[in-house]
Each structure stands twice: as C-alpha cells, then as structure tokens.
C-alpha cells in the first residue's frame, strides 16, 4: 500500500508539482526527486537597475502574478542590471539557458539582428496603442518570435513607456545646424538619425547619464519620460528638456524566455507566463501614464525645467533623415527588410484612422 | 489505509482541484463530492451578441485563457445576450449569481448607481490609455470596487474599442440648430448632453439599430467604430458617418464577478481571473486599433459612405452641455461626486503630458 500510495503521490505531484507533505518521507529518493522537478524556479535579468520605477517593476510584478497564479509552482527570481550578468549580456544570458528569463528593449540587440530595432521603437513610427496592434493584431509578434528564434529565445511584449521626451540638452535647439556636432545619448535607429544629420551618437547605460551631461562628456542625452528622468536627476545636469519624442513614439519593451526552459514548462505554466507578460505590457503604460505629468509638474514647478518644442523644421529633418537610415537598415538585410514591411504596411493602414479617432478627439477636447 | 489514502486524497485535491484518477473509486461518495467541488464551472453572461466581432471575443478570448491556465479547474462557458438571460438583465443576474460572471458595459446600469457612467466613458473625457492610467493608478478601479460591493459584484477593467466614431446620420449637420430634435440612440452621459442641446435620445440595444434607423423611427445612432458598425451594416441605413466621438472616447468594457464566487475560489484561481481579465482588457484594444481602419476603407472605398467631421461649433456646445449635464448628476448623487471629483483631478493631471507626448507625436509625424 505504501508503494501505491507513493506512485499516486508521485503522479499527482506531477500533475500539480504540490509536494505531497508527510507521505513524502515514505516515497524513494528517486521519486521525490522528480517530483520535485515539477515546481520551476526561474531567473530573470534584466537590463535596468533592480526595482527601476516602471521599467524595473515590470519584472518585479511578473513574476509576483506568475507565483500568485500557479499557486508557488513557478516562481521568478529577478536581478537587476549587474546583479547577475551586465545589462547589456541579458540577450546572451538567456540565449544560452544561465538564465530562462530577462527583460529590456529589443533595440539592444541590434548588433545580434538589426530587424530587433523595429521591435522597440521607430523613428516617426507607431504611438504604443498602434505597436501592440500591431504586434497582436498585425503578425509583428509573430515575425518577432521567427527572428528571435533563431536565438533560442521567445520574444514577448514586455510593456511600453508611451511617447518619450525629446531629452535634455545643454544647448538649445533653434535650427538643423543646431544638430551638428552634438553629442548625445541616443540609442538604436535614432541615434543613426541623429548621426545623419551632424551629430554624435554615443550609446551609455542608463546609470551613466548624470555625470556623463555633468561633466559635458555628452551635450544631450534622451532617457523616457518625466517619470524616470526625474529618478535619474537629469534636470540637475542640463538646461532644456526637449518635446515631442520623434525617436520614440511608444518605446516597447520585451520579455525573453530561454526556448528549452519554454518547453520545459507544463502547458498551463506556459499560458500563465503569456497572460501574465500581456498583463504586464499593459501595466506599465498605466503607469507611466498616471505618473508622468506630477514628474513633469515638479520639474517645472520645483526644479524650474524649461520645456520646449523642437522647432518643426528639425522635425522634418529628423523625419527625412530616418527614413533614408531605415532605407539603409533593410536594404542590407533580408529579415529586417521583412520585418519593417510589415510594420510599415500596419502603419500606412492605422495612421488614417489615428487621425479620425485618437487625433481628432484630442483636438476636440482642446478646442 | 484506504481512509489514509482517502484522506491523502481529499487533502490534495482540496489544495489542487485535481481529482485522484482510478483511487477516486476507493473514496466514500461523500468525499468524491467534496473533492469535486474543487474544479469551478462558471457561467458568464454578457450584453453582446454571441461571438460579436471585438466586444463579444473578450469574454471567449477570457474564457479560453483561464481554462488554460488553470488547466482546467475554472471553466467559463459564455453565454451571448439572450441566450441565458436579456442584454440588460446582466448585472442583477450575476449580482445574484444566477451567473457567476458577466461582461457589459458599466453605464448601462446607471439606473443602479449614476456613479457607474463615470466608468465607462464620460463625454470630453479620457481617452483609453488615460482611462486604464487613472483605473489602475489613479484609483479609479478602487472605486468602482467600492461602488459595485453594494450589489455584491467586483468589477474588473474589461477592454476598451478605443476613440468611437460620433455615428450614423440621415441628416447633415452643419450647425447646432440640427441636433434639435434629432432622434438618436445615444446611451449614458452622452444621451442626456444631446437632450439639452434639442436632440431627442433614444436606448436601444446593438441588434436593432439596422431596423431602427431603416424604418426612420431614428435619425442618427452611433455605435462602436467602423470595425463593428461595418458588422451591422449601418451604412445601408444612414447617409453620413461623423467623426470625432466625442462622447465615449475611451469606452471601457467591464467583466463583473459575483462576490461569492470569488470568495470560493482559491487564491491562485483568484489570481488567474485577475491577470486574465488585464490581458483581455489590453487585447481588446489591439484588436480594434488593428481593426478598425481596414473596416473604415472598406466602408468608403467599397460602399461609398461620406464621413465627415462635426463642425466645431457643434463640438464645442456639446461639450458645454456635457459639464453642466455631469454637474446635474454629482450634485444629485454623492457616490458619483466622489468618483467624479477622482476622474477630474486625473484628467485635469494627465492632459498636460498627453498634449506635449501622444498630441505632439502625432502631429510631428503628420508633418
């Protein structure tokens, strides 16, 4: 009876990876060990300084859900940026299995593939409401998850910070000469953008902006928003904040998950890890959306922030100039060229309702 | 032994909701019974057609997600309005849980609780990401938790069609003298801000609109957006579309929960019908964003409808009957002064960023 009764342990342990308390003492060394197998405890890294508000507690309340609803089967440890692994080997960490999960922005990995950059955010390109209709709704997911496949790896949007800022800058911005010379902090296509007409794009993590625009070794630097620049002091080191956010319009984030460490999990774990990050995706817009105008309010009001609009005339250069860069991007590779096609095809399709709907309705509302 | 193993049993499924397989014959009736109370079939009952494009998917698209998740252990078979009980007949059926759950929209019960209009759309108001910024960090949804625990029901954010078109007309409106009585179905806060510029609003549900307006028993209705107004084939009873809807700007879409439901699932179950219900919230909004403009080409590239914009004079009356109709309800009603004055001051705090990220955006893009 023991025998039986520790096989009826064991198959339902493994149905539900619950441990079988007392009786467990009485099953094999053997058995107890793979049941044990069934409850997953996972790693997360991240490309963000540990708890980073918005884009740190995306991680964070991930993996809260996930343990709440699979009642302690799966639960997810999550490092900071340096805690395990630098920000920037987050895409290898999980590519090889050290870690089954991580968070950041696509764009990153653009030396990995340059299709990653239409995955986090395009020069001019779609506000956050458009890209996750587009990712959705639109085959972008799909197309992600065949680019990142390659890698090991399963892509999933990982929320959005909305429109960002422009940035600081220690010089104010009259005209296209303005650009020239300028040495900012700017990642991704934009950065190409910015290189194409005069300036200097330099690429530095978060954690280095204040002193880098302190000392001048930087002129300018973009972060997101009100929200996480106010976290990061930047108003301290230069003069101007900059709007509208050309660069990008509704930055995307992702979370990756080893394929094998995927494949491991039992199906209903795997639909508890897809909900929850769509769950999360949308969580940190609302976020940001509710807390980036008391930011922005008492960097005006405390700090006495300037804030001023890109004259229109360096907005159109920025918008000829990205469109030659992205011309350049896919023009060298296949899949980007894929990737973008499909995006672009979204764009041209949602854009005129934006501007019946969204657009119009704004206005109405300020008239 | 076989009590042991009975009890063994019982004890994991209670934790579980799994049933023990083959021992299963071993256990008294009675414990079987209890053991299978642990797997939950639930009812949800909404006020949409079965399977209607959008509306009608989050609460199958919600259903399929928690099974998944739960491996099975909460199933929620759905049930489109008339099937179990009237469209209109949703919240007092899940209020006595006669269906565990529902899915509608907020202001459809104001004869309940004036309050709940604030909820769905308010006339100028929040557009969807503002609405999900102020639910789910601005303490709105605290709210309408506390507003809706008077009829035993916890509402949860439950999708929104994003920016509504203003609507279907026969009659060309040029100026405000042509709201003046103009029969249109128009529900919530917007019908009685129609009322008080002349105009004669009308309740009726989605499925009679088509006849409604055929027959010339109303001038005008709106509806959702093109996507779904393309469903019900509006444009072959109307000769104008207008834009922008003023009036739901943000429609958020509610699931509702019987309180005691709830309180007999256990935690994690709990939890998966929470984050479920997040990422349907978000997905509903993906889809109509990816939707909609498709929908909209096809209704004048292949049926020749007109969409023009609301003059601005019309715009800007409409939108003063609708502080002064909202000023009617919160001073009759203290309820809906407290979640008045919560919605306000977020819209009042949110405005500024989304004028100089989201507006800005676009018309830079718009260049």
Redesign the interface.
Known sequence: ?IK??AA??L??AM??A?G??E?KASTSQADAEKAEVKTFNWRLVTTWPKNFPGLGSAPENFAN?VT????GRLTVKVYGANELVPAMAVFDTVARGAAEMGHGAAYYWKGKTSASQFFTAVP?GL????M???????GGLKLWQEIYSDFNLIPFAGGST????AGWFNKEINTVEDLKGLKMRIPGLAGEVLQRVGGIPVTLPGGELFTALQTGSIDATEWV??YNDLTFGLHKAAKYYY????HE?GAMLEFIVNKDAWNSL???LQ??VT??T??M???M??????????A??ELIEVHGVK?Q??P?EV??AL?NASEEVIAEVIAKDEKAKKVYDSFKA?SD???????????????????
């Open positions: 009876m039986k009764l009826l342990c198959s339902i149905l539900t619950i079988c308390g009786e859900a709440e609803m699979s009642a001019f506000n956050a409401q458009e996750n209709g587009w990712l959705h709704y639109g909305g429109v960002q800022m928003g009100p709007y509208p956010g050309w319009p039992p199906k209903d639909a508890i909900h929850a769509r769950a995706n949308q969580d817009l609302d976020e940001y959306t509710a807390r980036n105008n008391a922005l309010k804030v609009k890109l229109d907005l159109l918008k979204f399709d949602v854009r005129p309702y934006t501007a019946i709907s969204e657009k119009a309705f704004i206005e109405a509302r300020d008239l």
